[in-house]
């Protein structure tokens, strides 16, 4: 099976260079950002028969319906024609992982071990887990989840492609681990506010990023059973 790559013209703090749209087994997976060139260059890519989400956010999926009227196939994702354990293409498993987001899924080539992995697990740097729909226990779980598998590589939603796999993914949980143990600390030294939390727990994180580790900083203390003041 190819597995090829297109990579979108929509680079930020959060999609690194841009969303990766992958086109395998006539398959689009992720069809990124509503951008004509884009979608055009996807559909040159190869022969496609359906579209696959990994999930609904909009650097993913809002050229989703624009790519769907272009070649007159379905949208398919999770609850809606996809569910765990489905294959979405011959050999391609759908497996469910929430956390990022609640409806996430990675798609999984057993054969070759490759996994897709959408917003699970990025080529580089780490993942925001924002709450109320981000969820840190099941993005844990979800990583657990995926390091069974044993992958090979990894083909990330963003960055490039990660071939030490399970290390990179054992990286993102004792990363999390550590993570939790600094909120814990910063709990028991007394903050009792976000920002407080932030200033203790977060103190490697250069202040323009304080916005999105307030972020990750509510989402450890929502796994804590922790509710506090911004
Ligand atoms: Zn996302």
Redesign the pocket.
Known sequence: MDFLTVRAHNPGPLTLDGTNTYVVGGTVVDPGPEDEGHLEAVLAAGPVERIALT?R?P??ASGAGRLSELSGVPVLAYNDGLGDGDEVAPGLVCVHTPG??PDHLCFWHPESGTLLSG?LIAGSGSIMIAPPEGDLADYMASLERVRELSPARILPGHGPEVTEAVAKIEGYLAHRREREELVIAALEQGASTVGEVVALAYRDTPPEMHPYAALAARAHLAKLGRDLPA
């Open positions: 999930h956010h650097d993913h990022h987001a917003d």
